[in-house]
């Protein structure tokens, strides 16, 4: 992701492919290009339909918006994608989803051709249980703890990890404090993404300037598609005012 270079941030909206009907994904295809939205994310932590390819070539289809693939399993491998994000998850300490996980998927991930993104992926404690936690079985950061999530960070980016990804979780009550978000990006010099409960225009604004150079969004626009543009310009106007200094 070359926007860290340039100063320039990025919204990623993040699609569940069991709740990507046809006139839903339609209607979120449009608003993003109207928004001029950076990347789709696709995947989930459980998925219980076998939809994935279909919802890939459904966005492909309809725009040229890069699709990266963020997998709750090593199931969730497509070759129809452009990326994928290859999910560490340093902030546990379950060996099967720091390690385990890739030996078994590498080959197939291999074959894919995709290009693959290595993540540090952190669980940060959204102030309620999520999908995430307990499907990784591993308790996430506490909420006020930013100096045990920079040091995971430093370490994951040191270990060689070119992303680093902090995550409330899909529907968390309390999104990532800017507080976290500033400690981690001023130690790092990776790109570092943010996720999980962001549901306004305002909140995705303060995370970009705190240190986020991509936002995801995912729960709050499934319930308000139309919050798209609003949060992509507030994300791409803390990029315009980069520009300037």
């Not at 197939?108 to 936690?133: C, N, Q, W």
């Amino acid at each position: 992701m070359e926007q860290k270079t340039w100063g320039r941030k990025a919204l990623a909206v993040l699609i569940d492919p069991d709740k990507a009907a046809p006139a839903h994904l339609d209607k979120l295809v449009q608003l993003s290009l109207d928004a001029a939205v950076d990347y789709f994310f696709i995947g989930g932590s459980l998925m219980v339909s076998d939809q994935l390819d279909a919802c890939i070539r459904g966005v492909k289809d309809r725009c040229s918006i890069p699709v990266i693939l963020f997998p709750g399993s090593p199931a969730q491998i497509s070759p129809s994608a452009d990326a994928l994000l290859y999910l560490s998850l340093i902030s546990g300490r379950n060996p099967e989803l720091l390690i385990g996980q890739h030996v078994l998927s590498a080959p197939a991930v291999k074959r894919s051709g995709l290009e693959v993104l290595p993540t540090g992926y952190m669980v940060i404690d959204g102030g309620a249980p999520t999908t995430v936690s307990y499907i990784s079985n591993a308790a996430p950061i506490p909420a006020d703890k930013s100096d045990i999530a920079l040091c995971t960070a430093l370490a994951g980016e040191m270990l060689g990890l070119k992303l680093i990804y902090l995550d409330a979780g899909s529907g968390a009550k309390k999104p990532v404090s800017e507080e976290m978000i500033r400690a981690v990006a001023e130690q790092i010099s990776v790109p570092l993404i943010v996720g999980g409960g962001i549901r306004s225009a305002e909140k995705a604004y303060l995370n970009c300037k705190a240190g986020a150079d991509v936002v995801v969004v995912g729960n709050s626009l499934e319930k308000d598609p139309l919050l798209i543009g609003e949060m992509a310009a507030a994300v791409h106007q803390v990029c315009a005012r980069s520009k300037n200094f």
